[in-house]
């Protein structure tokens, strides 16, 4: 099952934007799903995980205003992220946790000041 990461753009700080994670194939009983972020010049790094019960963990930057889940029916995981800041500007992906597949292109947030 490969996943699929859409719906990045250009919001102002302080605006509100939605990814999706899409699945090719069932991700029922699947493990943890984590959605990561890349910023120029940087390491990637986790943002957010959930696993196959719905248990949450986020990174402590975006804690309280990104929101994830998966809806084991459409085989998506969508990031809900609100009071977006400029240092919120990456390439977003998803992909498992902790043993990550290949990584495809992302999608590019980008937060303007």
């Known amino acids: 099952v490969q996943l699929q990461a859409s719906g990045g753009g250009l919001v102002q700080a302080g605006g509100s934007l939605s990814l999706s994670c899409t699945a090719s194939?069932?991700?029922?009983?699947?493990?943890?799903i984590g959605w990561y972020r890349q910023a120029p010049g940087k390491s990637r790094e986790l943002v957010a995980r959930?696993?196959?019960?719905?248990?949450?963990y986020y990174a402590d930057s975006v804690k309280g205003r990104f929101t994830i889940s998966r809806d084991n029916d459409k085989n998506t995981v969508p990031l809900h992220m609100k009071s977006l800041k400029p240092d919120d500007t990456a390439v977003y992906y998803c992909?498992?946790?902790?043993?990550?597949?290949?990584w495809g292109q992302g999608t590019q947030v980008t937060v303007s000041s």
């Open positions: 992909n498992w946790f902790p043993d990550a597949d290949k």
């Open positions: 194939g069932s991700i029922f009983m699947t493990p943890y």
């Open positions: 959930v696993s196959s019960g719905g248990k949450t």
